[in-house]
């Protein structure tokens, strides 16, 4: 079978890729190792992660808030973890076959198997049955999988990483994380409200460290006042499982052995890019000293007709950035002159409060010596925040001092997830933080802490503080 365009690799960037090469008249294939469409995100990633989340989110403010808002529930509430996994594996199921649709309609050839170069236009897969498909061009999207470290053993029943972290059987009773990024605690909140005692070893000085100061702060205040307890400047030399025990060994900044022990320990200390199996070299490429592919401007390799998205490249390792850049490359097969602003990609933590941000952090615009306004707004001085006992977090804007064109906005609250948007947005117009702050928004809402947080940035004269 002979194609315009075959992609490797079925997640979000791969199946985005396809769907638009698909609309823009490409004949497209794609081909997946596994049995369902997805890949991480949708299998074992964000979607599993965030249905956990919400669960025991729901489980956690029954436990502790209903009363508050005047409900009373007769009897103990319990958890009841298998209808918890359940849950979330019919909606990766639903997630799964709306892909499923989505290739149909747009009458795109799914392949499944291990896809491996032959050459640069031949690819062979690997499956059932072995097949080869002639190719004019290649994406490459095979994404990545858990990082690990020396000294680690991960057994996947107790030493595990966030794959097996979604299907246990039985809540933690203490829960050891390793590394304090997006990952760690995610997962870490699903069990901690759950019930857990959560230990988190970080080796930096602060969790979410990618992500603003003020950020990283306020997430640990209120992870702390949650339960989590948190070890910094600790570097892991080992985790062993004796039993139904889990030893983790650390060096604490005095350069002191320390030990941790639980039933269960997470490691999540972040991700590399996946490319086994794929023959890079009868393709005539290779990957730098990190694992990833190498590309230029329009993400295309070294070898012209193949290019490459997603985890597999540079960047942040974000389903919505895999997405665009698939959107890219098909569009500029089509000899169109897509666009994508890499520093308006957000970035978020699905903990509760919420976590997000945009643009440049505080941090960065004072190392590049640019001179900025800055505007904060808390949520506990917001209605709806008060009303929903939302009250934890702020949102925080940074403008050019001279222009007042927005460079960053960080929030942390209720549903910022979605809030961040806003901010996307009037980056992305090279909005003023004026300009933001004369709009309406909405009574009561929390995007209301957005336009406060302008009213401050622009001349420090916020309504409702």
Avoid at 358 to 373: D, H, M, P, R, S
Avoid at 394 to 400: E, G, H, P, R, Y
Avoid at 440 to 464: D, Q
Wanted: charged share 25%.
């Amino acid at each position: 079978m002979k194609y315009d365009v075959t992609v490797i690799g079925s997640g979000p960037g791969g199946y985005v890729a396809a769907i638009r090469c698909a609309q823009l008249g490409f004949k497209t294939a794609i081909i997946e190792k596994y049995n369902t469409l997805g890949g991480t995100c949708l299998n074992v990633g964000c979607i599993p992660s965030k249905a956990l989340l919400d669960s025991s989110e729901h489980y956690h403010t029954a436990k502790h808030n209903f009363t508050s808002h005047g409900i009373d529930i007769k009897g103990e509430i319990q958890v009841n973890l298998k209808q918890m996994i359940e849950r979330k594996n019919g909606v990766i199921k639903q997630t799964c076959d709306g892909i499923d649709f989505l290739m149909k309609k747009n009458k795109i050839d799914v392949y499944t198997g291990v896809g491996s170069f032959i050459n640069k236009n031949t690819i062979k897969v690997s499956g059932d049955k072995e097949q080869t498909i002639e190719t004019d061009k290649v994406i490459i999207a095979t994404g990545s999988k858990p990082s690990t470290l020396p000294g680690i053993e991960v057994d996947k029943k107790r030493v595990i990483t966030s794959t097996e972290a979604l299907n246990l059987t039985e809540v933690p009773k203490h829960l050891i994380v390793i590394g304090g990024g997006v990952i760690g605690l995610e997962l870490g909140s699903v069990y901690s409200r759950l019930g857990a005692k959560v230990t988190v070893i970080e080796y930096a000085g602060t969790i979410i460290p990618t992500m603003d100061g003020a950020l990283s702060k306020e997430l640990q205040r209120v992870l702390r006042k949650q339960g989590f307890e948190f070890n910094f400047n600790h570097k892991v030399k080992s985790a062993k499982t004796k039993g139904k025990e889990v030893i983790v060994t650390a060096e604490n900044e005095k350069g002191e052995l320390v030990e941790f022990k639980g039933d269960y320990c997470l490691v999540s200390v972040g991700r590399k890019p996946y490319t086994d199996g794929l023959r890079l070299e009868n393709a005539g490429l290779k990957t730098d000293d990190r694992g990833r592919i190498e590309t230029d401007v329009h993400l295309e390799t070294a070898v012209k007709g193949i290019y490459a998205i997603g985890d597999v490249v540079k960047g942040a390792m974000l389903a919505h950035k895999a997405e665009e850049e698939g959107v890219f490359v098909a569009e500029t097969l089509a000899g169109q002159k897509p666009h994508i602003n890499y520093n308006l990609i957000p970035g978020v933590v699905y903990t509760w409060p919420e976590v997000a941000g945009v643009g440049a952090t505080e941090e960065e615009l004072k190392k590049n010596g640019i001179k900025y306004k800055t505007g904060s707004f808390p949520m506990r001085a917001l209605g709806r925040a008060r009303a929903s006992m939302d009250i934890d977090g702020f949102i925080k804007v940074l403008a050019d001092a001279a222009t007042d064109e927005i460079l960053g906005v960080h929030m942390i609250g209720p549903r910022v997830a979605d809030l961040i948007a806003e901010a996307v947005v009037a980056m992305e117009y090279r909005a003023s933080a004026e300009d933001i702050s004369r709009m309406s928004h909405a009574h009561p809402t929390y995007t209301e802490a957005m336009k406060e947080a302008c009213l401050a940035a622009t001349a420090n004269r916020p309504i409702h503080m």
